[in-house]
């Protein structure tokens, strides 16, 4: 029987998850982290800002791009810490916890995502 | 061939590999060890975003006094200075991650391989396109 690998899943998780947080984040936090609290932008009204949340194309963008950033952070972050720091030995505990806390940021996207509307 | 028989000439267990022990920090060594650790703890940032992104989302569920207090707590000074940190992090991740993409993404015209340079252009070219779509939604709303 042939024993099936996660780390191709997990790799294509961690490729797309790189590639939309790097399109989409660095302007995203530009506005939020920096523009807003500096004053140099106005930040949108409640309103504004409901009224575009509210639109499901938003929604599904802003889900995508949170659910795999987080698979992104726990592939790098697993590879990271056995290489960097050659923690080998705790190698199943770490990729639990960074997968797990993907898989619950994900549903809790979901579940956020789907009440906003 | 007899003395092959005898346990005494070899042992069960498998040789351990000759390999020398790395320091922990061996990442300090040298300049492109540190970019490549620095490349690979841009994940932090792009996590904590994410995180920072689900907040903003139960803020805007809850109500605009929650919203209110959303923009207030990102304007405090700690806050902007780890947005700051993590918005320069991220534009690193960006540019790491579009740099390795032409030796993962091999393109094919016909018979003819797409240069390198042409898909990292078009990846710079798809950044520079989603982040104005970006600031003009978040400005139009």
Same mark, same amino acid.
């Given at each position: 029987m042939i024993k099936r690998h996660p780390e191709p899943l997990l790799?294509?998780?961690?490729?797309?998850?790189?590639?939309?947080?790097?399109?989409?984040?660095?302007?995203?936090?530009?506005?939020? %982290?920096?523009?807003?609290?500096?004053?140099?932008?106005?930040?949108?009204?409640?309103?504004?800002?409901?009224?575009?949340?509210?639109?499901?194309?938003?929604?599904?963008?802003?889900?995508?791009?949170?659910?795999?950033?987080?698979?992104?952070?726990?592939?790098?972050?697993?590879?990271?810490?056995?290489?960097?720091?050659?923690?080998?030995?705790?190698?199943?505990?770490?990729?639990?916890?960074?997968?797990?806390?993907?898989?619950?940021?994900?549903?809790?996207?979901?579940?956020?995502?789907?009440?906003? %509307? | 061939m007899q003395a092959m028989h005898h346990g005494d000439l070899y042992t069960a267990y498998h040789p351990r590999w000759l390999r020398q022990p790395k320091n922990t920090y061996w990442w300090l060594e040298k300049p492109s060890y540190f970019a490549f650790i620095l490349r690979e703890l841009t994940c932090l940032p792009v996590a904590w975003f994410a995180v920072y992104l689900l907040l903003l989302t139960q803020a805007v569920i809850d109500s605009p006094a929650a919203y209110a207090q959303f923009m207030a707590w990102s304007a405090s000074p700690w806050m902007i200075l780890v947005n700051v940190v993590s918005f320069a992090l991220l534009v690193f991740h960006a540019i790491t991650f579009f740099v390795a993409a032409p030796q993962a993404l091999i393109v094919h015209l016909g018979r003819t391989r797409v240069p390198g340079s042409l898909i990292l252009i078009g990846h710079y070219a798809a950044w520079a396109a989603a982040s104005v779509v970006v600031i003009w939604l978040l400005g139009r709303a």
């Open positions: 790799w294509v998780l961690f490729s797309a998850g790189g590639m939309l947080s790097g399109m989409l984040m660095p302007a995203l936090i530009l506005m939020f %982290g920096i523009a807003y609290p500096l004053g140099w932008v106005t930040p949108p009204r409640y309103e504004q800002m409901a009224g575009l949340m509210a639109n499901p194309i938003v929604r599904l963008a802003l889900f995508g791009l949170i659910a795999l950033s987080l698979f992104h952070w726990a592939h790098r972050f697993r590879h990271t810490l056995y290489d960097g720091l050659q923690i080998k030995h705790l190698n199943e505990v770490v990729a639990v916890v960074s997968y797990g806390a993907a898989v619950v940021g994900s549903g809790l996207a979901a579940y956020l995502l789907w009440q906003v %509307g | -």
